[in-house]
T-cell receptor
């Protein structure tokens, strides 16, 4: 069975600095997709970024980028130039026939 | 506007009662999902459905039931057999064919047992 692990329950970053959130997963499949979701205090789930496993190039969306290491089954999220609005829970997710989520990392942004 | 609507936003239940959480989508998505969110445990899958009139148990299906009679609707019933139903419930949908597409989420229902 596939599993997703986020080992950092909470992280803090100074405004305008860079922070990296970690995610590892376990699967025997070769073709799959990975996602990072943001859940602000409103609790609405918002897609941050997606990565296709067969693509070597790391995905990037503005200030958000990933470091995808397929052999190591690692999928970390880097947030550059952190803003107060980035404060939220961040969930890593894996998709096969369903979505499997990690336990989340709470990100605090310090002014 | 296309999207997923969950209702109600807040729900209170007396012990021993069944309650049904509504989830409706107008995105023409084939697949729908129900997740439970508790502090420190992330999103845990309760049930999911890839197509009308078919659904599968997730990791924590005990004490819950679902139906999928229409493509746009996937209601979740929390039965009296669910020992600790107080939680935040999220419904999601996605196209079935393309594995690359993300899940789209509703705004959630907060269920409290009183």
């Amino acid at each position: 069975a596939q599993t997703v692990t986020q080992s950092q329950p909470e992280m803090s970053v100074q405004e305008a600095e860079t922070v990296t959130l970690s995610c590892t997963y376990d699967t025997s499949e070769s073709d799959y997709y990975l996602f990072w979701y943001k859940q602000p205090p409103s609790r609405q789930m918002i897609l941050v970024i997606r990565q296709e496993a067969y693509k070597q190039q790391n995905a990037t969306e503005n200030r958000f980028s990933v470091n995808f290491q397929k052999a190591a089954k690692s999928f970390s999220l880097k947030i550059s130039d952190s803003q107060l609005g980035d404060a939220a829970m961040y969930f890593c997710a894996y998709r096969s026939d369903k979505y499997i989520f990690g336990t989340g990392t709470r990100l605090k942004v310090l002014a | 506007d296309g999207g997923i609507t969950q209702s109600p936003k807040y729900l209170f239940r007396k012990e021993g009662q069944n309650v049904t959480l509504s989830c409706e989508q107008n995105l023409n998505h084939d697949a729908m999902y129900w997740y439970r969110q508790d502090p420190g445990q992330g999103l845990r899958l309760i049930y999911y459905s890839q197509i009308v009139n078919d659904f599968q148990k997730g990791d924590i299906a005990e004490g819950y039931s679902v139906s999928r009679e229409k493509k746009e609707s996937f209601p979740l019933t929390v039965t009296s057999a669910q020992k600790n139903p107080t939680a935040f419930y999220l419904c999601a949908s996605s196209p079935r064919v393309s594995f690359g597409t993300e899940a789209f989420f509703g705004q959630g229902t907060r269920l409290t047992v009183v």
